[in-house]
């Protein structure tokens, strides 16, 4: 079993910016990948970003690529979302995702872009 803890969310002027943490828990975890997504009010889950846990090897949803940033820490057993250059449209519960086994998902945390 895996347990995903989201925080970092929040309230942020456009433009601004935010860092998203995803504290990982249990046994179960040993992973290849890590991923973020996001889901807007009365829209479906998007992809926003993933990791290679191995060789830290990144990759993004067009929506995101050039201001967002995945990293990770594999001592904390952690991943993070920096999120630079914050738009009105990236407003939505961002969730941490672990897609081995059956795959596992956080409680999410809001993040609200507006003036």
């Known amino acids: 079993q895996v347990q995903l803890v989201e925080s970092g969310g929040g309230l942020v002027q456009p433009g601004g910016s935010l860092r998203l943490s995803c504290a990982a828990s249990g046994r179960g975890f040993s992973p290849y990948q890590m991923t973020w997504f996001r889901q807007a009010p009365g829209k479906e889950r998007e992809f926003v970003a993933g990791?290679?846990?191995?060789?830290?090897?990144?990759y993004y949803a067009d929506s995101v690529k050039g201001r967002f940033t995945i990293s990770r820490d594999s001592a904390k057993r952690t991943v993070y979302l920096e999120m630079n250059s914050l738009k009105p449209e990236d407003t939505a519960v961002y969730y941490c995702n672990y897609p081995q086994d059956s795959g596992y998902w956080g409680q999410g945390t809001q993040v609200t872009v507006s003036s």
């Open positions: 990791i290679n846990w191995i060789n830290s090897n990144r």
